[in-house]
């Protein structure tokens, strides 16, 4: 029971600082929210501009296509030849599509025109899908002119799509998003934890106390894994509620696999704490290590893409496992069997770091 | 100005009391940038497809030829390996092995030939949506080329497209400069958000509060020695990233220096207003990662196409300072640009600091009010 007036002292030494609380629990929510609602990983309204040297009818006729489609955002139209290298230069638009008057015999008895894009690679992702795009619009277009002179070929290309119908990114981002809060309250406030006591020269206190090592290794962890469940639940009910994303697995297992992580970060943030001298050093190196654990674990780029001699650093990144599994739960619905490999990775790595960090501290504390 | 130099000597004291934390700092971002650099990015390639052919013909073979040749897909034929091949695709795909399963339905060769009208079945996963797109792109451009084929679409619509700056559409020249950018707002604006924090926690803060100095110099004193650590921060960043990544610098390396510098102090300030109103060390960290981590990678063009974002939040990223930055960047080490492409960003990333500053001067200007 000695523990439990530690861990009343850790929850009024938390509670003390009322704006970290707030910041804890409102600013996440809110960019949530913000994210949330408005962020699209969808290409879309990419800024071109189009040089029409040809007035021909099929001309109109495609650019007026282009205008239609969300992919093109046409910011300009001019009739007359630019300097199209300089415009891109300046950054205002993408890409610059001119159109010409073919020469060509054999097509110029369609009078189609010629079209030259050309694009900025900067962004490599956009520009090869805008081209792509290009194209399909006008090879439609003409098929359509084709069909019209009774020369029909057309595949329907029928595709039916699995756990995200409506391709809202926010089902993908949304429940990730949650964990990558888990991942940032708990690592900070734990890695503050004990180096603070080190600071305020107060740890020799606790220390000379009849509490045992472990005993205030637990004190320690407790209220920060109480308030980060709390933390938790409030950002799940978050996206279920508002965003109305679905939960369509189990959110038992979902929360066993997250409470999971939780130990693991838990005791990585105290092994920080209890190897820092300052506080400054402590937060340097979790700030660090969070966000390598956030940009590797797939919650913002698929880790496929990882090379594979560094895929080592996905496999000992327990935040990825965590982000698989509540995307299998969330959206995919499965069952356990799909996902029990990265479970008990997940605890491998759980237990490991937790070993690691109690014999470490016992080690500091019998100093 | 005395003064103020007296207090930058004791903040350089400061810094360099401690020197594992400041190798923490020069070793953080090489390793940033030499993890993030290989690890991070958005190239679709490898994507598992499944493909069920029932129909076993001639046209058939050549699509199944035409998505086999394309790089972005790894076809496994399903029939051959199960005996039900539909239930074990959807089992893969559930599992997240396969992207997508391709149905050929059993008349599909016959109707190419008689030149009817036919259809390809596809199941797609859509849990990542912007996965999900590309390969419906993918495929699109796979049937109209087949269809091309047949009818010869070239012979009618010439279309030339050539890709300036980065003809092998390479996305290391479009991560490597932006995560230069972010890293750079993230350590800059966390270097200088421990400073007033700390000495608040350790409550040195009152005897700066009773000395003579003013407080926009205590502000400023602040400030400046983190810019030599910052200099030094940013030409390891761009020195890895240079050799390790081969990208270009078409640009003149002057030009991104001083932009640089104003961008540096723009993190600078941020964290200083940040440590002001902060009154722990860790609450001005988790402040300086709310501010900087996700509108830095999310609002500023890092990963998500500026142009693309909903009207809202593309005001806001306005006030993203990695957003003028990232432009900056870019143009300059990939397109060459110049000088007088940037006078916008130029004038928002002078006003931020200006503004930052301020700001923190009236707060702290206030903290200080009160404690007396």
């Given at each position: ?286 700030w660090?290590?969070?966000i ?76 | ?24 700092v020069?070793?953080m971002p090489?390793?940033m ?146 995560l230069i950018a972010v890293l750079l707002l993230m350590i800059t604006t966390l270097l200088t958000s421990l400073t ?23 502000i400023?004193?602040k400030t400046i020695p983190y810019i030599f650590v910052s200099l030094i921060v940013e030409v390891?960043i761009l ?20 932009f640089s510098i104003l961008y540096i102090i723009t993190g600078l300030s941020l964290g200083i207003l940040i440590s ?8 001005a960290m988790?402040a300086t990662l709310l501010t900087t981590l996700?509108p830095s990678i999310?609002?500023s063009?890092f ?16 006030i993203v300072p990695a957003t003028h930055f990232l432009?900056i960047i ?15 960003e130029?004038?928002i990333l002078t006003i931020f600091p200006v503004v930052l500053i301020?700001i923190s ?12």
């Amino acid at each position: 029971m000695r523990i439990f007036y530690l861990v009343k002292k850790e929850f009024i030494e938390i509670f003390r600082q009322k704006e970290l609380l707030t910041l804890l629990f409102i600013a996440p929510i809110i960019q949530i929210i913000i994210l949330g609602y408005i962020v699209k990983t969808d290409v879309e309204n990419i800024p071109i501009e189009i040089i029409n040297l040809s007035k021909s009818k099929t001309s109109y006729r495609i650019i007026n296509r282009i205008k239609n489609t969300p992919l093109f955002n046409v910011k300009h139209i001019s009739y007359k030849n630019r300097d199209s290298i300089n415009t891109l230069k300046e950054g205002n638009v993408k890409a610059v599509i001119t159109f010409r008057d073919s020469f060509d015999k054999n097509r110029a008895m369609l009078k189609y025109p010629e079209i030259q894009i050309l694009m900025d690679g900067t962004d490599s992702n956009t520009s090869s899908i805008a081209a792509g795009y290009f194209n399909g619009i006008s090879k439609k277009y003409i098929l359509t002119d084709i069909e019209k002179m009774d020369k029909k070929l057309s595949i329907k290309n029928k595709t039916l799509i699995r756990f995200n119908p409506a391709l809202k990114s926010i089902n993908y981002m949304g429940p990730g998003i949650v964990a990558l809060l888990l991942t940032i309250v708990s690592l900070f406030l734990a890695s503050a934890s004990i180096v603070r006591e080190k600071e305020q020269q107060t740890m020799d206190t606790l220390l000379i106390s009849r509490l045992t090592s472990i005993e205030i290794y637990i004190g320690k962890a407790l209220p920060i894994a109480i308030i980060g469940i709390i933390n938790m639940s409030f950002g799940i009910s978050v996206v279920m509620i508002w965003f109305k994303i679905p939960i369509r697995g189990n959110l038992f297992i979902l929360l066993i696999s997250a409470i999971i992580f939780l130990y693991a970060i838990l005791s990585y943030g105290l092994l920080i704490s209890t190897i820092a001298s300052t506080k400054q050093q402590a937060l340097f190196f979790s700030w660090f290590s969070m966000i390598t654990f956030i940009l590797l674990s797939g919650l913002f780029t698929p880790t496929e893409n990882i090379p594979s001699n560094l895929q080592f650093l996905v496999k000992i990144n327990p935040l990825s496992y965590l982000i698989k599994i509540i995307r299998e739960i969330f959206l995919k619905g499965n069952g356990i069997e799909y996902f029990y490999k990265d479970l008990l990775c997940l605890s491998f790595i759980a237990i490991l770091v937790i070993s690691i960090s109690i014999l470490n501290f016992k080690r500091f504390t019998s100093k | 100005m005395k003064r103020i130099k007296a207090l930058i000597i004791k903040e350089t004291h400061h810094i360099l009391r401690d020197p594992t934390s400041l190798l923490i700092v020069f070793l953080m971002p090489i390793l940033m940038i030499i993890i993030y650099g290989y690890c991070i990015n958005f190239d679709l390639n490898n994507v598992n497809a499944g493909i069920i052919d029932l129909s076993n013909g001639e046209n058939s073979k050549k699509l199944i030829k035409k998505f086999m040749n394309n790089r972005y897909f790894t076809i496994e034929d399903l029939k051959e390996k199960h005996s039900d091949p539909l239930k074990e695709g959807e089992k893969l795909l559930r599992s997240g092995y396969l992207k997508e399963i391709i149905i050929i339905p059993a008349d599909f060769s016959k109707k190419i030939e008689k030149g009817r009208k036919t259809e390809v079945g596809i199941i797609l996963d859509g849990s990542d949506s912007n996965v999900a797109n590309l390969i419906y792109q993918y495929n699109e451009l796979i049937l109209l080329d087949f269809q091309d084929d047949f009818q010869n679409l070239n012979n009618f619509l010439k279309i030339k497209t050539k890709v300036l700056f980065n003809p092998d559409v390479k996305s290391s020249f479009f991560f490597i400069p932006g995560l230069i950018a972010v890293l750079l707002l993230m350590i800059t604006t966390l270097l200088t958000s421990l400073t007033i924090s700390r000495e608040k926690e350790s409550g040195s803060i009152e005897l700066i509060f009773i000395s003579p100095l003013k407080s926009f110099e205590i502000i400023l004193g602040k400030t400046i020695p983190y810019i030599f650590v910052s200099l030094i921060v940013e030409v390891l960043i761009l020195l890895f990233g240079k050799i390790l990544f081969n990208i270009p610098f078409r640009g003149n390396m002057m030009v991104l220096f001083v932009f640089s510098i104003l961008y540096i102090i723009t993190g600078l300030s941020l964290g200083i207003l940040i440590s002001t109103i902060a009154s722990t060390q860790e609450m001005a960290m988790f402040a300086t990662l709310l501010t900087t981590l996700l509108p830095s990678i999310m609002l500023s063009g890092f990963i998500f196409p500026l142009d693309s974002l909903h009207p809202i939040l593309k005001g806001f990223s306005y006030i993203v300072p990695a957003t003028h930055f990232l432009k900056i960047i870019r143009g300059v080490v990939v397109k060459g640009a110049e000088i007088k492409h940037f006078m916008f960003e130029g004038i928002i990333l002078t006003i931020f600091p200006v503004v930052l500053i301020t700001i923190s001067n009236i707060k702290f200007s206030k903290i200080r009010e009160r404690s007396k």
